[in-house]
């Protein structure tokens, strides 16, 4: 148990996502804006604390949820990885062209 709590909210186009400590204290909030309503997303979380979080987009998305951009476009459902630090900071972003992410349970 790595002594927090990730919280992933798609909200229309954005994506919120927060962190809170094991006594539901707030610790840091990021989000990330899109153009239409965007993605299924998944999120994992890695010993080290590092968030990654997948989905599919069609928009245009700012994946950057610091004061920077990171901005990719897609005209079909395309499919993003992004790693975020433990601190919620970009890390980086890889895309596939013209797949849909599928949620196998």
Known sequence: FLGF????????????????????????????????????SYLDVDLYGNIYIAGNFNTTVDFDPGPGAFSMSSTSNDVF????????????????LGLILVHAS
Not at 19 to 37: E, L, Q, R, V
Not at 81 to 96: A, P
Request: glycine share 8%; with cysteine; charged share 20%.
């Open 5 to 40: 709590i990730i919280i992933l909210v798609l909200v229309g186009a954005n994506i919120f996502l927060s962190k809170f400590d094991n006594s539901g204290n707030f610790m840091w909030a990021k989000s990330f804006d899109g153009t239409t309503n965007s993605c299924d």
């Open 81 to 96: 990885i992004e790693k975020l630090d433990n601190l919620g900071n970009f890390v980086r972003e890889d895309f596939v």
